[in-house]
């Protein structure tokens, strides 16, 4: 699949794409503050490493430190409570339906990611 088409479902389907100096072969793909990084590979798009949690410039990888599940990056540690797990596992799955071949126009994909959106902000108004 073309990257450019990739990377046009992706913003269709509400994720922020950012650059950064210090990955200038890497796109930054960004939402509800879950990151990945991803790069050109031979069909398409291809994501580096694992997806994590933004903080700051950094992605921060899931960890566990005394018992409890944490991002961190380097010395700044955010616990992974259960809104955020299920954040970045959301956030995981439709990055990997937008980026496999065969997956459903940018139309029908924002629009499940929208429905998703609103089931998570109604469960925290509740």
């Not at 580096?48 to 990888?61: C, D, H, K, P, Q």
Request: proline share 4%; aromatic share 6%; charged share 25%.
């Amino acid at each position: 699949m073309d990257s450019a088409e990739q990377l046009q479902r992706l913003y269709l389907a509400g994720f922020e794409l950012q650059t950064f100096e210090r990955f200038p072969k890497c796109v930054g793909v960004i939402r509800n503050e879950c990151i990945a990084l991803v790069v050109p590979g031979v069909e398409g798009l291809q994501i580096l490493g694992t997806a994590g949690w933004r903080m700051g410039e950094a992605i921060g990888v899931l960890t566990e430190i005394q018992g409890r599940k944490v991002f961190q990056a380097k010395t700044e540690v955010v616990e992974a409570t259960a809104e955020r797990m299920a954040a970045l596992e959301r956030f995981r799955e439709d990055l990997n339906l937008i980026l496999r071949p065969g997956v459903p126009s940018p139309k029908q994909t924002s629009r499940i990611s929208s429905e998703h959106v609103k089931g998570l902000l109604d469960d925290e108004l509740e």
